[in-house]
């Protein structure tokens, strides 16, 4: 790997945990409110995998979604305010911690129903083969989504087909709170893709440099040949499910054993012997990430509320295919016919 | 104009939306080789091929899921639900996700697909096959809820609601696929959200909406011969409602009855019911009545189906007491 690519994939990482720390303190200060899922250990898996996708792929991810954002290149600034719910969030203040979306980055969000995404990736695949180009979509989703029937029709079709869509479960053990163990007859989430056909594979999710060797021969397989792949990235939340979670189903030394492996360390570990990048230059880039979450968190506090119209808007789409008159009576379609603000929706119909 | 019926004229909607814009497809059970389960996309699969007229699995979820995402990207599917009782293994992904992303996304992300297929009950279907569903989609803000009752209602409401940006329930009705009708030989739109006087009257206003809007046309015949001159108005859609013309109606004749296939209990017609009683308080000459399905699961035996609907007879029965006749 270059020297310049491992800095940007050690600096994503670190902007990640430095980020979801910084989210977990005003959290608990409340200023965050809501659910707050932290991807703290898992955050090698979205930046491996990620790093190996063009400008024009998608993503969609389930609601652990911070790491996506960030690793896809969103600005911290307006995923911060958008965690604080304040206007100027990503979302406007109308998702919150769970709904981060970045169209023009091909990045459809931050689902919160366990699995629900999964059908809509196999959608957004089956686009993709429609227009004939060579574009593919990553879909990120959690062990506990396995067991949902969406999980099964999603890479069933996907397989039928021959739909360029890589499906990443990120097995970090627990569904909530109910282990792996205690939820899924088969142990190897990734054999479950034998049923379907689709190829499958597992891989060292704690291993950057592991997770893109195996995602590189997944995306190329879904670019060149359409076919999708299933990849079971083993990893760890050290985090509970959400900030509420005392996370009792486990014990502090299997979270303490587990943080050994760190992702982070683990790669800065790379970074020294094999990229011979000093100490001091890691500490710089911590340093550095410290300060871009700092401002975007004291920006983010400084922030408007979101207008009290703004709830009625952002539920339909202008469109000359309603009749003006009826839909006037209805404050969402109101908001829809008056709508004058260039939103991203443009670039949904150009993607 | 070209008399043909609702199959047809939906069959006419398809075939030229998906001429007209590469990126309309449609998918579903049965929508390709087998010609449509209803034949409504009969002949598609030839003209268009595997990739715009696909054969799904039995996997509803998949279905109405794959829409979403296709429509996420610019696309604008349209989804066949074989029949809208087994759209609620479908339901997650037009509640949770078709309705929702836009919002949560602040305005980022549109869904511009159509969940269509037939809704309500057909013959002897018995409990599983027979419910009108469109109270609950209709509950649901981000959606559109089109129901046409005629087949050029059909054909210029379907052609809006594939062009429309929204994700769009669209529901047909079995019994009334061979309903013959005129429809335009030109190109034609009709706008979603109108409402429509089906049958001008002065002495009762009676409001329906896909097959109960036929049980309401029904009664009003049988009204005329009882010297009852009804107004029959076809609401079309139900969100979004165009409440003026049924209000405007309401003012004229002061009484109103509304029909509908679904159950009596938070059902579509008490939305209605409601807004009449806001907004037409001192119109009003007698209280809002509903016809409605009877509340319990449809019965399989012939005479048990026919007392379940609202047949014309309850509604001409409503319509007198409303006149105190």
Not at chain 1, 18 to 27: G, I, K, T, V, W
Not at chain 1, 37 to 61: C, F, K, N, P, T
Not at chain 2, 283 to 293: F, I, Q
Request: charge should be negative; include cysteine; charged fraction near 25%.
């Amino acid at each position: 790997m270059e020297r310049q690519e491992a800095l940007k994939l050690y600096r994503q990482m670190l902007l990640i945990r430095r980020f979801e720390e910084h989210a977990a303190q005003l959290y608990v200060e409340g200023q965050i409110g809501g659910f707050l899922h932290l991807y703290i250990g898992q955050e090698a898996v979205a930046v491996g995998a990620m790093s190996l996708l063009r400008d024009d792929d998608y993503l969609l991810s389930s609601y652990r979604d911070h790491g996506y954002a960030l690793a896809r290149g969103m600005d911290p600034g307006p995923l911060m305010a958008e965690l604080c719910g304040r206007s100027t969030g990503v979302s406007r203040g109308k998702g919150g911690s769970m709904h981060f979306y970045d169209v023009p980055r091909g990045f459809f969000g931050g689902d919160g129903i366990v699995g629900g995404h999964l059908p809509i990736a196999a959608g957004v695949g089956y686009a993709i083969r429609l227009r004939a180009t060579d574009q593919v979509c990553l879909c990120f989703f959690g062990d506990g989504a396995v067991n949902e029937g969406a999980f099964h029709e999603a890479l069933n079709v996907s397989a039928l087909w021959s739909l360029p869509v890589v499906f990443v479960i990120e097995n970090n053990r627990y569904g909530m709170g109910t282990s792996l163990d205690r939820a899924s007859s088969v142990k190897d989430l990734y054999q479950r893709g034998s049923a379907y056909g689709v190829p499958h594979t597992e891989v060292n999710g704690m291993d950057i440099l592991a997770v893109r060797q195996v995602l590189a021969d997944a995306i190329a397989l879904a670019r060149k040949d359409k076919r999708p792949t299933l990849v079971e990235a083993e990893t760890y939340r050290y985090r509970g499910h959400s900030m509420s979670d005392p996370g009792k189903y486990r014990t502090r030394e299997e979270v303490e054993e587990m943080m050994k492996l760190d992702p982070i360390q683990h790669f800065a570990g790379h970074m020294t012997d094999v990229q011979h990048v000093g100490q001091p230059e890691l500490e710089a880039i911590d340093k550095e990430v410290q300060g871009i979450v700092e401002q975007a968190a004291a920006v983010a506090l400084k922030s408007p509320w979101p207008e009290a119209e703004s709830m009625f808007e952002d539920v339909y789409v202008r469109s000359p295919f309603i009749h003006a008159a009826a839909a006037e009576k209805d404050p969402a379609w109101r908001a829809a016919i008056r709508e004058d603000r260039v939103v991203g929706s443009a670039a949904s119909e150009e993607r | 104009m070209a008399v043909l019926t609702m199959r047809d004229a939906l069959n006419q909607a398809l075939r030229e939306e998906l001429a007209r814009d590469a990126s309309v497809f449609i998918l579903g059970e049965e929508v390709g080789a087998y010609q449509g389960a209803y034949k409504v996309t009969q002949g598609l699969l030839a003209e268009f091929g595997e990739w715009r007229v696909r054969d799904t699995p039995i996997a509803e979820e998949a279905i109405a899921g794959i829409a979403v995402g296709a429509a996420f990207v610019g696309m604008r599917p349209i989804a066949e639900m074989m029949t809208f009782n087994f759209s609620m293994l479908a339901l997650d992904q037009m509640v949770n996700h078709a309705a929702k992303y836009r919002y949560m996304s602040g305005g980022q992300v549109r869904c511009p697909m159509v969940l269509r297929g037939p809704s309500g009950a057909a013959a002897q279907v018995a409990a599983q096959h027979s419910q009108a569903f469109e109270a609950w989609y209709a509950h649901v803000p981000g959606l559109v809820v089109v129901m046409p009752a005629t087949p050029k209602d059909a054909k210029g409401l379907l052609k809006s609601a594939i062009r429309d940006d929204n994700p769009v329930v669209f529901m047909e009705n079995e019994v009334l696929y061979n309903v013959k009708g005129e429809v335009p030989s030109d190109e034609y739109l009709i706008p979603i959200g109108l409402a429509d006087v089906k049958r001008p009257g002065k002495d009762v206003t009676l409001v329906g909406w896909s097959r109960s809007l036929h049980f309401a046309l029904d009664a009003a015949r049988q009204l005329e011969a009882e010297g009852v001159d009804a107004e029959v108005v076809d609401v079309r859609t139900l969100r979004p409602l165009d409440e003026d013309l049924i209000f405007a109606s309401v003012r004229k004749t002061n009484r109103c009855v509304i029909v509908e296939e679904g159950w009596r209990v938070a059902g579509f017609g008490a939305e209605i019911a409601d807004r009449i009683q806001r907004e037409c308080f001192d119109d009003l000459d007698a209280p809002v009545l509903r016809v409605t399905a009877a509340d319990v699961p449809m019965p399989y035996a012939k005479n048990l189906e026919k007392a379940y609907l609202p047949q014309p007879e309850k509604v001409v029965a409503a319509a007198k007491k409303v006149l105190y006749r």
